[in-house]
């Protein structure tokens, strides 16, 4: 196991690329407005910067609800409910080649 003093933070050979200081990333940066978020945006449920949505104390909290379809008589197992519609595609004509000597 390597020899490194916890006093210096949990990256201590890590350099900023927000702030150019040693001893954290980029995503725990105090002068990063953006978080873990680069090209902007949060969390989807709370919206905060500092985590992503499988990491949010908010849906740790509150309970998951599952829905499940119901299976009909006779209805295969992998059974796919297609709501939209294939788009009509149009046929490609085929266009002559003409190779010249």
């Given at each position: 196991k390597?020899?490194?003093d916890p006093a210096l933070g949990e990256f201590p050979?890590?350099?900023c690329f927000v702030c150019?200081?040693?001893g954290?990333?980029?995503r725990s940066c105090p002068d990063n407005?953006?978080?873990l978020y680069a090209d902007g945006g949060g969390c989807k449920l709370c919206?905060?910067?500092e985590?992503?949505?499988k990491d949010c104390p908010e849906s740790q909290n509150s309970e998951r609800m599952v829905t499940v379809g119901r299976w009909a008589k006779g209805m295969s197992a992998d059974y796919e409910e297609i709501l939209d519609a294939p788009k009509p595609q149009k046929p490609k004509t085929k266009i002559p080649k003409v190779v010249n000597f």
């Open positions: 390597a020899k490194v050979f890590a350099k150019g200081e040693m954290h990333l980029s407005p953006k978080g919206g905060s910067v985590h992503l949505k």
